[in-house]
């Protein structure tokens, strides 16, 4: 890896831009750019050893499978076989857009990409810039989220510059995303489909196209790095509490060092700590969250408190997330979710 050299901010509205970017692609190097979830460390996904260079940017094992984004749907043929039927409704429904689907390898596919197995994850993104760069580039472009391993995905190309500036070539910059979590991973590699990572696009919404799902969500074992319990988290501890119980914890930690609080609400008394609003709407929320966490862990708080989301199937995502920040952060989850 060059871990030395300067990192370009490319402009994504400018045709000269996304073309710098393709040459970077095409001569082996990483190009993280803006997807409409989280941004994407990008890399020619038919060049193994630019692919290795994601693994060795981000410090994340060779063993976790990225996602390959394509252009369009009809590219789909040349990364993968076997292709159900059920794929094809998917992506005729949701493409571009925040799916991802897991497919049987197509054979002469190199395994890089894919850690190795013999499935792929493949995403048509929405995102003006991911359209234009993928379009002008004509391959796959295998991309993580770029940061580094275990820790928030970036939502615009700040975030990306503060982990990896200095480790890649160049980030187009896309401005914020507009959903903000990561793609809805769906497996249709085996069995019935199954959600392995929920976001945007809601197990419902893949339902009404394709019929009952698999939803036993611990029936199998882990295979993706997403659902490792400890994934998205801040280096402060987060812990995740009721609505009805913000002030009196935060006065009883504020006790013990500073203390951010996030919530949907104001305080609704003088219970100290510093609070941060988040959106009252789903997709607001998970817009922003990603960007809040950030702040708050930049500001050196002995602990954040997240105010624990409703349910609904609009905030399965978020609450996916947040437990995993908890987790990851070494926090503790005293709310129900
Ligand atoms: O929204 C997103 O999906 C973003 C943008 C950049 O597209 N990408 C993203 O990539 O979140 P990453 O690498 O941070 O998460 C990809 C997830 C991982 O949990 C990985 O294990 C899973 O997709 N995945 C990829 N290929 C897989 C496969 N063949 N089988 C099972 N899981 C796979
Ligand atoms: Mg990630």
Redesign the pocket.
């Known amino acids: 890896m060059r871990s030395d050299c300067t990192t370009q901010r490319l402009n994504g509205s400018m045709p000269r831009d996304i073309a710098r970017a393709v040459e970077i692609l095409r001569a082996g190097g990483l190009v993280a750019f803006p ?1 409409e ?5 990008g890399a020619d996904a038919a060049n193994g050893q630019a692919v290795a260079r994601i693994f060795a940017a981000k410090g ?1 094992p060779v063993d ?4 390959v ?1 394509i252009a369009s749907a009809s590219a789909l043929r040349a990364w993968a076989r076997d292709i159900p039927e059920a794929a094809m409704q998917l992506a005729a429904r949701f493409w571009p857009g ?1 799916l ?1 689907l ?1 497919l049987k ?1 197509a054979p002469g596919v190199a395994g890089a990409a ?2 190795g ?1 013999d ?3 493949l ?1 048509v ?1 929405g995102h003006p810039v991911a359209q234009a760069l993928l379009q002008a580039f004509g391959g796959g472009i295998a ?5 580094r391993f275990g820790r928030i ?1 970036p939502t615009c190309a700040d975030h990306v510059l503060s982990e990896l500036g200095g480790c890649i070539e160049a980030v187009l910059d896309g401005g914020k995303c507009a ?1 903000g ?3 809805t ?1 769906l ?1 249709l ?1 085996r069995g019935r489909p199954q959600v ?2 929920p ?1 945007a696009v809601t197990a419902g919404m893949l339902a009404e196209v394709i019929g009952p799902l698999d939803d036993g969500l611990s029936s199998r074992p882990p ?5 490792l319990a400890a ?1 998205y988290a801040p280096a402060t501890p987060l812990h995740l509490v009721e609505s009805p119980f913000l002030e009196s914890e935060t006065a009883r930690l504020a006790a013990t060092g500073a203390v951010i609080v996030l919530a949907r609400r104001k305080p609704m008394s003088d219970a100290g700590g510093q609070w941060m609003l988040l959106p009252e709407e789903a997709a607001a929320y998970g817009r922003d969250l990603y960007a809040r966490l950030r702040e708050a862990d930049a500001q050196g708080a002995a602990h954040i408190l997240v105010e624990s989301p409703p349910a609904g199937p609009d905030w399965v995502a978020v609450h996916d997330r947040l437990r995993r920040a908890v987790a990851g952060s070494g926090g503790i989850n005293r709310s129900g979710s």
């Not at 979830?37 to 460390?41: A, E, K, S």
């Not at 976790?64 to 996602?67: G, N, Q």
Request: cysteine-free.
């Open positions: 997807t979830t989280v941004y994407g460390l994340r976790h499978p990225l996602i984004h925040p991802t897991i390898r894919s850690g197995l499935t792929i994850g995403r993104p991309a993580p989220s770029a940061n995905s959903v979590l990561e793609s991973i497996d590699s392995l990572r976001g295979r993706a790095p997403g659902s994934h």
